[in-house]
């Protein structure tokens, strides 16, 4: 009988602890089929607008039913990384064998998974909840893609007359970037993004690379630069050309200074051995890592079916000048990289609008102009200290303003409402003066979330606050167009100007200008209208960047609802805990997939899973939702203990014991010694 007995415990504590560790495992192995049967659905329905738990097979279903249901550990299951492949190629006969390996320990070292963040957020916090890591991936480049470069840059070299303003040679990047292109292209198929770090030794003639056509004149300043980044997934960086200096005047954050003290001027300096070289190249791949590959975003930028950008001419003369301010080269700059599959996901599509609208005819144009225009004093030195008063518009007030007459300007341009779509206008105010005129004392564009705004004047150009290799920068105000593309790039995309990120370390927004020189429409740098493989990439990613961490954000929220219900199990009945359970292992398998996705860059099928699994989620909101409404408060009445006569006995007792020992303390204790 005993026997019979023991045996029945250790059964029902076997089934005890199956119970208990089906309701802590979690669903980490793949369940068979499941892939297919997604892959299968993405097919057949490329925008998931059909719910695919609907169409789930029993077998599947029953694979996801068992995992675990606390909301804790589901928090926990949240947390999401994306791994970023970066693959470095040394280019040279200096690099040893060992420096991949000692590069890629060095990176190592420095590198960890981290947040992305946004410069801009709608709410305080700066970090979102998805992680990136390196995944990084070092090697030497053969001896004929060295000795290719080598004769191409000595022969460029050797044909270029000296230049008489300055000190460097200017080279085409073309020279070099068409021999790495086409290297690139061999390297098929691509896993991430591609540096190329070249060394090739000192030349006969110290040079730097020319972005554009022509040569520096006492009126205008080209900036010539050591690095190139391609409409491909790929950049290089010539580390023996230069040395060269970029970055504010006079004052200001993010300079790249003179000398050796910048990575990218670590072989102009004194003799270093292998191990520094590398730590210094290693902190410019680390660099690149975090301003190109994986950006900070501007403004968090939600998916929208229609995009369209409103051009808003105000013009102050009897008649338009395009010239500095053509619409269709804007606008070709975009569709070019929307047909060669670029920028848009999924069904998204792109129009351009222009509306033209005479200053004279627009009173609340003069009147938002006068209101916005503020004034600065300047000393300049002549032939004693002279205060010049200035003018500028602040584009705040000039926002708020704009913001508020949106109405008034629609009926003043015959602007159509739109329904549907997120719609972009850009405001240009082309006035008729000719004193210069920028927003905010230096730019000539400036984007905010829900518009963009720019200014011209008259005045063709001014001496602006930078300088590049010695020479002050200058600012043609008269062009406009380079400037619009990247503040519509801020405005539609969220993509983060090449010279700002966010750190978390400063919680400030960092200003480094080492990556603004080359194809990039941002900074007062550079003179290319055409993208690079750093807007496209984060102009898609940030759009799913937005929809996952809202997907996990809502997801936070129902588990911490369940929670302070009392749990799934006191919430959930058991038909409703079931589906409870399929619905988020489906939920997160999908999130899963589309973080691997946009780790291998396949932007359209990361989309497919964020918008398959909205269909999860708001059925998991569905369910806690019913489920709450059906909760009935309930008071549960218990009867009054017995009075505890035993224990309250049992001290009458030993209080009387006490009393009585106290009164017989002289007679108990008295001294023995008194009786002799």
Known sequence: ????????????????????????????????????????????????????????????????????THHRHLI?????????????????????????????????????????????????????????????????????????????????????????????????????????????????????????????????????????????SPAYTKCFGSLWTGKDRYLWVDLAAGPVDYGPALSGDGVLPRGEFHPLAA????????????????????????????????IPVPFENSLIVQFVHVYGGENKDSNGLDWKTIERTFTDEVNEGGLLLGDQSLRFKTYDLRYADCAICSFA??????SYTSRFLFDNYTLIVSEYLDSKRLHQILLDSAGEFRRLANIPEEEFGRVLPVYVFDLDQNALLLLDRYHQSVAFKDMVIAVRTRNAQTVSDYSCNGRHMFTQTRELERPLVGSILQSMWGVSPTHLSWSPRHNSTLVDYTWSVGQTPFGPFSETLSLSFVQKDAARRNILLTSLNYSLTSAIDVLESIAAHGGERNLLKRGRLVEFVQRWNLFKYKLDKAVSALSHLDFEMALYFLRSSDHDLYAIHSLVYHASQEMEASLVCFKDPPFPWASFSGSVVVVFALFYVYTKREKLFSNKRKQF
């Open 1 to 68: 009988m005993a026997t019979t007995a023991g045996a029945a415990a250790v059964v029902l504590l076997l089934l005890l602890l199956s119970v208990v560790t089906t309701s802590t495992i979690s669903l980490s192995y793949p369940i068979m089929g499941l892939d297919s049967f997604l892959s299968q659905q993405s097919r057949l329905d490329p925008q998931a607008t059909n719910d695919s738990f609907l169409s789930l097979p029993s077998h599947l279903r029953k694979a996801l039913s068992s995992a675990s």
């Open 76 to 216: 926990s299951s949240l947390q999401l990384s994306l791994s970023v492949s970066l693959r470095v190629i040394l280019v040279g006969p200096s690099f040893s064998s060992g420096a991949p390996s000692l590069l890629s320990s060095y990176l190592s070292a420095v590198s960890s998974s981290d947040h992305f963040h946004v410069i801009s957020p709608f709410s305080t916090d700066h970090r979102h909840h998805t992680k990136h890591s390196l995944h990084l991936d070092a090697s030497l480049a053969s001896s004929s893609l060295s000795s290719q470069i080598s004769y191409a840059l000595r022969s460029q070299i050797s044909s270029t007359p000296n230049s008489l303003r300055s000190p460097l040679l200017s080279i085409p990047y073309t020279t070099v970037d068409n021999i790495i292109r086409q290297h690139f292209e061999k390297e098929k198929p691509h896993e991430g993004v591609y540096i190329y770090l070249l060394n090739l030794g000192p030349q006969s003639k110290s040079y730097a690379y020319n972005y554009g056509s022509g040569e520096s």
């Open 267 to 298: 072989l102009h300096g004194g003799p270093k051995s292998e191990k520094a070289l590398l730590a210094d190249f290693a902190s410019l791949v680390h660099s690149a890592y975090q301003v190109l590959v994986v950006p900070s975003l501007r």
């Open 369 to 374: 102009i006068s209101r916005s225009t503020n």
